[in-house]
């Protein structure tokens, strides 16, 4: 059934990097006790109203200016109405008719093609709150809520249903992550549930405009779970209808265990949401002004920051791409050329040496790396220097991410200063000579391979602190010529 | 006798060392528990906290140092306002035992006004309701006739004004129920624009029609209550940042030359004919006074009460959502999973006529009905409001009656629909937002009270409070005190 296209659009939910909550003033901070950051309005309790958070609206703003999306000047809160325990009111404040923003764009390129998602709009609205149940859900003596979560903060951006495979999807999805980055709207942080996916997914023949049956998929908390779970369904969809059966409207959940998506309800049971307009918040009204000035302080996106990487620091595309991966990893690299000055050696210590201890694209990790950008630098420069050879450099550098000292504190520490001098090194090397006259006679005879052992045995003698290019001269000068 | 006088008149023997707030307190508090037995306008008295905020008032004027013209005077408020530490039911059975652990920012402003607080006053459940029958605790009486209705949904409110059982009171109007009971009671019941008063803690019946206002012996007092409790609120983003004026002085000036419109739709079939012929009297005492009367015309005035009864309900049904058992209030017991103890819990804490509200305003809002009821009702409200601003490009205030009848038995009117008539002329005001007045306007033969209605421009209480202040100078009706005081032994 490979002729059929498949349809995919995402839902993203981002929790925004505000201090205060979507309609109150209780903190967001994750992993506080269950309900120690709620107040009466975050509880939904009798009497009490919502007040916008106007740091969540510029958040939201600048996040649709960046998607190049037109920002609605008159938009409006409503009211979608479903019962669930976790849901202080049974109503959340969401928006619906008149979002935030509409219409924008996203660029992303998957398998060397580039592509243009549009974006139909971006919206805000509050979190729920979370249950907790003693044991598993179906046998637990009792089950309580933790309303911590409630009121906080979330910004939904709903593509079109322009994508075309789970791997676009999932390029979709990191795109648009890295993009959050940058802008410091929100943290990225899929595991601790600060960025949501879901996905309506349907296939259809080839040339049709008309869609196939949709099958909402929730609970992906991760690029590889997006990505397995829609494959999953674009087969699972796929046998159906090469079997001729009907594709069943309804949500499904994604189990990553056993690699498949289970029925979550049938759409017969969807809900009504009975939207109306939020009568307790007036008509928000976003004046040009202010989104001038927010577009005003937007930051150099990645795909701007990228291109500029790569004709100003001449590094290669890929390079370019992976040092552009997460803002602070790119500011970082930015900082330690500003320190050193040879972009190209900067690039290969991040993207060789960094990267293996931290992820790209982790913005937090990246910025409590304990080896700052200057000290990177600094030990940039003992190479340059002459001081410390490349290898030792490595081991310097691993002392400096375990310590957080900087390279010249280590080096002196450890007496690890590089032997240059001619006349010490020429002793060594005579000695060594000395002491390996079979192996002096296989290079006479030859064997060419002799002299990396021989080279070894002086870098041995020094505890690798020779400097390899004055080795090799001396052992040039001083081998029999044959 | 302290509980027959007006908050000026207390304030004055206040500020003379003739009463001091302690003696204001316990005379209200004997009184209540003389009476209110019978009237049964309380759900809860807070004795003790009134005997403590009236002590530390009687320090403050003691000292010469008041904290308003409100310092010390007794005053309660309706069961939707909630009150911190202590319960707040709406009349319901869900909120039974719900303690609020904020107060209202009216109650605030009271408290921060030194007003002394007596308790906690009976109202239709969840405010809906024309007669305080709809409590899900006991019905309220009428001061003037126990076997009759005070009127609702702020009917403890109102009952509590005109029974002397507080100075002052709160009530809230939603389609009528500060108007409506203040005319069935004889008692001066103002609700002010909507967004005048925050309505942060308030528990909401219809947030887009919502409104605190006072119950007053006299006008005067009701403006001197609208002057603490009125302006702006960071928490309530509904209310308007309008400046509030002394409302107390703009009573002065009397009504030569304000333009009295008076609207032929209200005076409608079915009008009691007493009630007609007392607000023409009414009418008439106005022009004595130098105020110029003309006709107007309000012509959708007769899809208000439609439009309101989609609106109020469809608001109600989701602000009445949260009330679900799992975390306040009444919890019914038995239910084996989520739902059946959302169904047994909502079934047992709200009352008939809650439900009916809620199931209709559910339909109202359902997709595939949403445009034709609630959007259309949207649409209607939009011309009422036109109306009113035509009509007041043309005058300064509208005279009209409050009620088309006067107060009625207990448990006569058993038709929903018939019941909800009684907000035919106050309704339309809610809808357009704009602040109207009830003032005593003379009585039925049988002895009830009458109501004249005065409506004005958006934010223009001052001029409403002025031309009902003038009319009370003119006339005596509101100094007739109900037959309740027990046999002087
Ligand atoms: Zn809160």
């Given at each position: 059934m490979d002729k059929l296209e498949t349809v995919i659009g995402l839902e993203v939910h981002a929790q925004l990097l505000t201090r205060s909550k979507m309609f109150c003033g209780c903190s967001t901070a994750f992993g506080a006790a269950p309900n120690s950051q709620t107040c009466p309005v975050c509880q939904g309790m009798p009497g009490v109203l919502p007040v916008i958070n106007r740091s969540a609206v510029e958040l939201g703003i600048r996040t649709a200016l960046a998607l190049g999306c037109r920002i609605n000047e008159h938009n409006r809160f409503a009211r979608k109405h479903y019962y669930y325990p976790d849901m202080p009111k049974n109503y959340q404040i969401s928006q619906y008719e008149e979002p935030l923003a509409e219409h924008g764009v996203l660029a992303i390129e998957v398998g060397g093609t580039p592509r243009a998602i549009g974006?139909?709009?971006?919206?805000?609205?509050?979190?729920?709150g979370k249950l907790v149940h003693e044991g598993a859900l179906e046998t637990a003596p009792s089950s309580t809520v933790d309303f911590n979560r409630a009121g906080v903060p979330l910004m939904e951006i709903v593509s079109k249903p322009e994508l075309r495979s789970p791997e676009e999807a999932a390029g979709y999805l990191r795109a648009l992550r890295t993009i959050l980055l940058y802008l410091g709207v929100c943290d990225g942080n899929m595991e601790e549930g600060s960025l949501r996916c879901d996905a309506n997914i349907s296939l259809r023949p080839p040339g049709s405009q008309e869609y196939g049956v949709k099958v909402e998929i929730k609970n992906m908390n991760s690029f590889r779970n997006?990505?397995?779970?829609?494959?999953?369904?674009?087969?699972?969809q796929g046998n159906a209808l090469g079997a001729g059966e009907q594709v069943v409207q309804e949500t499904r959940l994604w189990d990553p265990e056993r690699g498949r998506t289970v029925s979550m309800r049938s759409k017969e049971y969807a809900h009504d949401y009975r939207y109306f307009p939020e009568p307790d918040l007036p008509p928000l009204r976003v004046a040009a002004a202010w989104v001038e000035a927010i577009r005003a302080g937007l930051p150099e996106l990645p795909a701007a920051r990228r291109q500029r990487f790569a004709a100003t620091y001449g590094l290669s595309a890929y390079d370019a791409d992976l040092l552009t991966q997460g803002r602070a990893l790119a500011d970082y690299f930015e900082a330690a050329v500003q320190a050193q000055g040879r972009p190209k050696a900067v690039a290969n210590w991040v993207?060789?040496?960094?990267l293996r201890e931290l992820p790209a694209d982790d913005d937090r990790a990246v910025a409590a790396c304990p080896i700052p950008p200057q000290n990177l630098a600094g030990l940039l420069r003992l190479i340059d220097d002459g001081a410390i050879s490349g290898k030792m450099a490595k081991d310097v550098f691993e002392t400096m991410f375990r310590s957080g000292q900087d390279a010249p504190s280590i080096v002196a520490r450890e007496g690890l200063t590089q032997v240059a001098d001619a006349g010490e090194l020429s002793r060594v090397v005579d000695q060594v000579l000395a002491a390996n006259p079979k192996v002096v006679e296989d290079w006479r005879s030859g064997k060419k391979a002799a002299l990396g052992f021989l080279v070894g045995q002086v870098m041995k003698a020094t505890q690798g602190r020779a400097n390899p290019g004055l080795v090799n001269r001396l052992l040039g000068e001083k081998l029999p010529t044959g | 006798m302290l509980t027959r006088l007006t908050i000026e008149e207390l304030g004055a023997r206040f500020r003379r060392g003739e009463a001091t707030p302690s003696q204001a307190a316990a005379a209200y508090l004997e009184r209540i528990a003389a009476l209110d037995g019978r009237v049964k306008a309380y759900l809860t008295v807070t004795r003790d906290t009134a005997l403590g905020q009236a002590a530390a008032a009687d320090a403050r004027l003691a000292a010469g140092r008041p904290l308003s013209p409100l310092d010390g005077v007794p005053v309660a408020v309706k069961d939707l306002l909630c009150t911190r530490g202590i319960r707040t039911t709406c009349g319901s059975r869900i909120l039974e035992t719900f303690v609020p652990p904020y107060d209202a920012t009216v109650v605030a402003r009271l408290r921060a006004a030194g007003a002394v607080l007596l308790g906690k006053l009976n109202m239709d459940e969840f405010a809906m309701g024309s007669s305080t029958e709809h409590s899900a605790f006991f019905p309220t009486r009428n001061p003037w006739d126990l076997g009759r209705v005070p009127g609702g949904s702020s009917g403890g409110s109102a009952a509590a004004a005109a029974g002397d059982l507080a100075a002052a009171t709160l009530g809230s109007d939603t389609g009528g129920s500060i108007r409506q009971p203040a005319a069935f009671c004889g008692a001066v019941g103002l609700k002010p624009t909507y967004g005048r008063v925050s309505r942060y803690g308030l528990v909401a019946f219809a947030s887009s029609l919502d409104q605190?206002?006072?119950?007053?012996?006299?006008?005067?007092?009701?403006?001197?209550?609208?002057?603490?409790?009125?302006?702006?609120d960071r928490r309530d983003s509904t209310s308007v940042d309008v400046p509030v004026p002394d409302y107390r002085a703009a009573l002065a000036g009397g009504v030569e030359g304000l333009r009295v419109g008076i609207p032929a739709e209200y005076f409608i079939e079915g009008l009691d004919p007493e009630v007609e012929a007392a607000v023409q009297t009414a009418i008439a005492v106005l022009r004595g006074l130098g105020a110029k009367t003309e006709g107007v015309s309000l012509p959708h005035t007769?899809?208000?009460?439609?439009?309101?009864?989609?609106?109020?309900?469809?608001e109600a049904s989701s602000n009445l959502a949260r009330y679900d058992g799992v975390k306040y209030g009444l919890r019914a017991p038995g239910g084996r999973h989520l739902v059946e103890m959302y169904g047994r819990t909502r079934a047992a804490g709200f009352g008939a006529e809650v439900k009916r509200r809620i199931l209709l305003g559910a339909y109202a809002l359902s997709a595939g009905y949403y445009d034709a009821y609630y959007g259309k009702a949207q649409r209607v409200r939009t011309l009422i409001r036109r109306d009113f601003q035509q009509a007041f490009e043309r005058v300064d205030v509208l005279a009209a009656p409050?009620?088309?009848?006067?107060?009625?038995?207990?448990?006569?009117?058993?038709?929903?629909?018939?019941?909800?008539?009684?907000?035919?002329?106050?309704?339309?005001?809610?809808?357009?937002?704009?602040?109207?007045?009830?003032?005593?306007?003379?009585?039925?033969?049988?002895?009830?009270?009458?109501?004249?209605?005065?409506?004005?421009?958006?934010?223009?209480?001052?001029?409403?409070?002025r031309a009902a202040h003038a009319y009370q100078q003119a006339t005596e009706w509101h100094r007739r005190k109900p037959p309740l005081d027990p046999a002087p032994r």
């Open positions: 974006i139909q709009r971006v919206h805000l609205e509050e979190d729920v997006v990505q397995h779970a829609l494959e999953h369904e674009v087969r699972r993207l060789n040496e960094l | 605190i206002g006072p119950f007053a012996k006299t006008v005067a007092d009701a403006a001197l209550v609208l002057g603490v409790i009125a302006g702006a007769r899809y208000g009460l439609p439009a309101y009864y989609l609106i109020a309900p469809a409050t009620t088309p009848g006067v107060a009625f038995r207990l448990g006569e009117k058993t038709d929903p629909l018939q019941m909800y008539l009684n907000d035919i002329l106050t309704i339309p005001v809610n809808l357009a937002g704009l602040p109207g007045v009830s003032v005593p306007a003379g009585f039925t033969q049988a002895g009830l009270p009458i109501g004249l209605q005065l409506i004005g421009r958006p934010y223009d209480e001052a001029t409403v409070l």
